[in-house]
């Protein structure tokens, strides 16, 4: 059932270089998660079929990824995808789904995908190279948040082209990221995901939820809570409980097209680009530990930023500026520490 497309799949896995241009390091083959890095590969299915699946419980399609092995040959991984999430699952909003793939149990593939079971592929939404730059954008959200705490998702920058077994769509290359399953990531940190529909601020460790707080409003996130575990992991780590955020897209740093104030904020800002802090009333936070925390990652947060591979110079400037401006905010941490007690949410 597979078309072979043989030329475009060795232009893609063997052909130096990359879309725009992009360069990044190199790369040892069976490792992911490598930051600032780029894995490229091809991933071949029935896109006309996958992009009608608008369902949350969506089914899953035969796939495969052709990729480059540790010997510079091309390499077939068989797989299953299907789509996913919520907003951006609906058709108007992304023409282009974002995607699951889920590996089979088979024999090592000496390529980055051994011992991978489920991953979450954040795409490009449209076929636009705007929309593509947000892509890169969430992508830096998350390196940010790597680089204040290892309870966080790893993710992976991808080139990807995309391979239509369907015939009606041309190959297309794009830019993505996959994030690190839940599982994994907890198992790394030593601790394991819990399925809870919600629970209280203050059930989890005070310390790491402030930094939580700061951090979603450093980079000017409304998309989430506790209450509902919008957006957020429940982890439980020996005798402490975390809250791992995922999905920034909302974020002011990223600012995607679709992105506003949700109806209960509307009436406190005009734009995602307008912080608002949604961090409770906890006495047990210390605001001075975390602002030397947010200080001491200061210079790798913001060089990083300089380091997303094809993110244009314009939205560098961008997010540096907004970055800085959280910065400034917490320059005097006594006074910080009196403005962030006075917007937070009480009750």
Known sequence: MWHSFQGVVLLALLGAG???????????????????????????????????????ESTERPARVLIEGSMGESVEVLLQVRTRGRFRLQENICPFPPIRLNFQETHPTGTAFDGQDKLK?????HDW???????????LVYRIYNHLTDVSFRVQLVEITYLDTSGNSDPLTRMGFLIEDEDAMAARVGGMVLDVPGARATDFEP??????????????????????????????VGADHFAVPYDFDWSGLVDAP???????????HDSVRERLYLGICWDQ?????????????KEAILSTIQLVPGLTDANIRSASGYIQEFYELIRNPEQAERDFRRMCRRG
């Open 121 to 125: 592929l954040v795409t490009h939404c």
């Open 129 to 139: 190279d705007s929309y593509e730059q947000n892509v890169l954008e969430e992508y």
């Open 207 to 236: 310390e790491w939820m402030g930094v939580m707080f700061l951090f979603q409003y450093m980079i000017g996130n409304i998309d989430w809570s506790t209450a509902n575990s919008q957006n957020l992991s429940v982890l439980r």
């Open 285 to 297: 936070i210390d605001f001075q530990e975390s602002f030397r925390l947010f200080e001491a990652k």
């Open 18 to 56: 990359s879309i725009f241009g992009l360069e990044a390091q190199e790369r040892p083959p069976h490792e992911l998660f490598l930051p600032e890095t780029i894995l490229r590969f091809s991933l071949e299915t029935d896109l006309d079929t996958l992009k009608k699946d608008r369902s949350e």
């Open 258 to 268: 679709y992105a506003g104030p949700s109806p209960l904020t509307e009436r406190l």
